[in-house]
């Protein structure tokens, strides 16, 4: 692989050790994916941080980058970690408060803004074309497929050496011959009525190359969120391409395939039936968030329940970055008050809650409900978010 004189500087050590070791596994990666050089990165997403997945070995390795001299040389977001940072939350339990404690100090140390959501874009919209490094799946398709910026599916220790560096590898979807839709995916009308979770989950499946996704016309932002994730977290996407939306010049098309979806597929991704009239209404969790809430949810959100008068069947969670807390106190004052639970900068798949007091999730989320099935064994529900609260108010 051709580095520059700076790269091979930090290579052999004149940066400090974590620079080194930061830019060697780069270079091993690189090296692996058939990369002919490195490339500047604008921003660094770290995932991979919550002390409930990573355990012990995790923090042991972002502290020791952090205390051999590790720090960021390009703006370098954090995804949510085990704690709720609101302490308002009755649903997620702070069990490793110290634990996450230490992870977080470490990488503030560094440099990187403690944000502490999966919605990095809030913060710096990516610009059409710039190279990112990002962890978390969901983030990735999106700035891919919404904001036409060229990112990889990193993990969290790549990107935190992207971060250490400035660079990235040369490959994977950071070259526009890698950037090619080749199955075309048709959405039948009926089918546009069933929530984007479960949409989403299916194409995750059963889709295994970039898709061009048609029939999209009009959706809304939130609902491509909630569609990109779930199609994520089922399958290994990391863009797809929606004519119209997708910006031009960082993707082609070659056909090889089309494929309509039916009501018929998507039944199996919906998980449960909504008829929950004969079960415990007490041990029912609706939650979203999965992605993080954007402010125009939240705002939709404080609508419907004002709408719908207030919780009276099971929980009602919301996930969204700290920042809102006091950005918009007013808005999560009044949903605490209408019997809304709120966790700020985790979610239920990456923190510790008490799963054995709900039978059931219903979420609009198909990420939520791949995840909360297969870590935490629950059954899920997936309906639209509208739905979710209006079952939760008793409607
Ligand atoms: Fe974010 Fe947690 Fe979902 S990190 S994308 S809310 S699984």
């Keep these: 692989m051709y580095l520059t004189r700076e790269q091979e500087k930090m290579l052999n050590g004149e940066y400090g050790w974590a620079t080194a070791k930061a830019i060697e596994l780069i270079i091993r990666v690189g090296e692996a994916l058939g990369a002919d050089r490195l490339i500047q990165v604008k921003h660094a997403h770290v995932s ?62 560094m440099g990187f803004k403690p944000v502490f959501t999966c919605i990095p874009y809030y913060y ?83 889709v295994k190359k970039t898709p061009v996704l048609h029939g999209l016309e009009n959706i809304d932002f939130s609902e491509l969120k909630i569609l990109l994730a779930s199609m994520a977290a089922s399958g290994s996407h990391a863009l797809a391409i929606i004519p119209g939306i997708t910006p031009e010049n960082t993707y082609r098309v070659e056909v090889e395939e089309e494929l309509t979806i039916e009501k018929q597929d998507l039944e199996k991704y919906m998980g449960e039936s909504l008829d929950l009239k004969h079960k415990s209404t007490s041990s029912v969790l609706g939650y979203l968030g999965c992605p993080h809430l954007h402010p125009l949810e939240l705002l939709q959100i404080v609508e419907l329940i004002r709408k719908y008068g207030r919780v009276r069947r099971g929980s009602l969670l919301l996930t969204l970055p700290p920042e809102y807390l006091d950005k918009y106190s007013f808005l999560i004052n009044e949903l605490r008050a209408r019997g809304v639970d709120i966790a700020a900068g985790t979610c239920p798949v990456v923190s510790v809650f008490n799963k054995k007091k709900y039978d059931y999730v219903l979420t609009n989320s198909g990420k939520a409900a791949f995840y909360l099935r297969r870590i935490h064994g629950l059954k899920t529900i997936i309906t639209s978010l509208r739905e979710v609260i209006r079952y939760i108010c008793g409607y």
């Design 124 to 206: 710096r919209p990516p610009v059409q074309g710039e190279h990112l490094a990002w962890g978390e799946s969901s983030a990735v398709i999106y700035a891919n497929s919404i904001y036409g910026a060229l990112t990889n599916r990193e993990g969290g220790p790549i990107a935190l050496a992207a971060s250490i560096t400035g660079y990235t590898y040369n490959a994977g979807l950071h070259l526009l011959e890698n950037r090619v839709g080749r199955i075309i995916v048709k959405l039948d009308p009926v089918v546009k009525n069933t929530p984007m979770g479960a949409i989403g989950l299916f194409i995750g499946d059963v």
């Design 48 to 109: 991979g941080v919550s002390y409930s997945n990573i355990g012990k070995y995790g923090l042991e390795f972002i502290v020791d980058f952090y205390k051999r001299g590790g720090r960021a040389r390009v703006y370098t977001t954090i995804n949510p970690g085990c704690i709720d940072y609101s302490g308002f939350s009755t649903i997620i339990d702070n069990k490793y408060m110290s634990e996450q404690k230490v992870i977080d100090d470490a990488l503030i140390g």
